[in-house]
């Protein structure tokens, strides 16, 4: 069952409140809404009647007597959300506070082309909802990432480097075929980056750099992803020093991604006679310590490494977190830290924080989900 979340306004200020955990009383609603009790309680009383709040036990006292605690309801709602590889699609369903309540990887080659792919995606949802969904839940909204550019004002995927047939193709509109209901269509590494941002709780600029078959990094700005025009954070085709030239898919010359991506560390390697299948095969071989697959993943960190030494000094992040499949190479993030902290102003990396990425394989399902109930709460 496909339905519009029936709230906006003030009652989905209240609820996004609940949804994200920073409230679970009607005071602390009160208190972080600036809203009067009573208006809260009226509100509260409206979202429970529609199915949406569940109020039940005691929550956490501050003094006097524990207040009753407020949750989402087990029916208010799934979102279906997708994170679209070059290989494969990671699946999930989410309730509305972003929680997974179901994952599955499946196949799936981007270069079939947008229609066939998209239309895989929404098959998928269906058969998940079919099976895992009691009925009478209402699916509120669907997503799906993609490992490429997109224009936020109309969700298409502009000039992508390894999405042949994508250019300009209208995704959103797409889905909506399918969907009576909120679409959301994003950068992969911007969804890690919101997904990423509620397991660093005080950080207000957040980086977070996706090592994986590409390079991406998604930016939170002020507690909130920064989009730009669609280009910001977009790392993979910044200009690297080299002795020699290597032109990247995109067709400009010595890209990061041409260098530094699980695409162009296995071609290194099948050059090396040495055959991986995907970028977590490296890991693998640097695990097992093979020395040509351990030196590229060095030399790769080392020239991410320099490109974020020009953002953390522009932008003096608190924290720039390492995520996707390569991410899991320690020599990766060992280099990355090393030219970071060679190149950079003492100032810039006084309280900088280089680490792995917290939220695991399901972050930019997480991001997508928390944007994805942005959306349906402001239409």
């Not at 208006?39 to 949406?52: F, Q, T």
């Not at 507690?223 to 990247?248: E, F, N, W």
């Not at 010359?253 to 055959?275: F, H, I, N, Q």
């Not at 953002?311 to 990355?336: K, M, Q, R, W, Y």
């Amino acid at each position: 069952m496909n339905q519009r979340l029936p709230v906006q306004g003030p009652q989905g200020d209240l609820l996004r409140l609940v949804a994200t955990g920073r409230a679970e009383s009607r005071a602390e609603l009160s208190r972080l809404s600036g809203l009067a009790a009573s208006s809260v309680s009226l509100r509260v009383e409206e979202l429970i009647d529609a199915g949406l709040l569940a109020e039940e036990g005691a929550g956490t006292s501050r003094g006097g007597r524990r207040p009753r605690r407020l949750r989402l309801s087990p029916g208010a709602g799934v979102l279906a959300v997708a994170d679209l590889g070059a290989h494969h699609v990671r699946l999930g369903l989410l309730d509305l506070s972003g929680e997974p309540l179901v994952v599955e990887e499946r196949p799936c080659d981007i270069t079939d082309g947008p229609r066939r792919t998209l239309d895989r995606i929404a098959d998928a949802f269906d058969e998940l909802l079919t099976e895992h969904v009691p009925p009478g839940v209402p699916l509120r909204g669907v997503g799906t990432g993609v490992p490429g550019p997109v224009d936020p004002a109309t969700l298409r995927v502009v000039t992508p480097s390894r999405m042949p047939g994508w250019n300009d193709f209208p995704v959103a509109e797409h889905l909506a075929t399918r969907y009576d209901l909120p679409v959301l269509v994003e950068n992969d590494a911007n969804l890690m980056a919101a997904g990423e941002a509620r397991w660093w709780p005080g950080t207000e600029n957040l980086m977070v750099v996706k090592a994986g078959t590409g390079i991406g990094c998604g930016v939170i700005a002020g507690g909130r992803l920064h989009r730009g025009r669609g280009a910001a954070g977009d790392i993979s085709h910044v200009r690297v020093r080299s002795d020699s030239s290597t032109v990247c898919a995109c067709g400009h010359p010595d890209c990061l991604e041409a260098y530094a991506s699980g695409a162009a560390l296995m071609t290194a390697l099948a050059e090396a006679g040495v055959t991986v299948t995907r970028p977590a095969d490296i890991v693998t071989l640097v695990n097992d310590a093979v020395p040509e697959a351990t030196s590229l993943v060095r030399h790769a960190g080392r020239r991410i490494g320099e490109v974020l030494t020009v953002l953390v000094n522009f932008f003096n992040p608190d924290v720039v977190a390492v995520g996707g499949s390569l991410s899991a190479a320690e020599p990766l993030l060992t280099s990355i830290r090393a030219a970071v902290w060679e190149r950079c102003l003492p100032l810039a990396t006084r309280d900088l924080k280089i680490a792995p990425a917290r939220a695991g394989r399901d972050a930019a399902l997480r991001g997508a989900g928390a944007l994805l109930l942005e959306a349906a709460l402001t239409l």
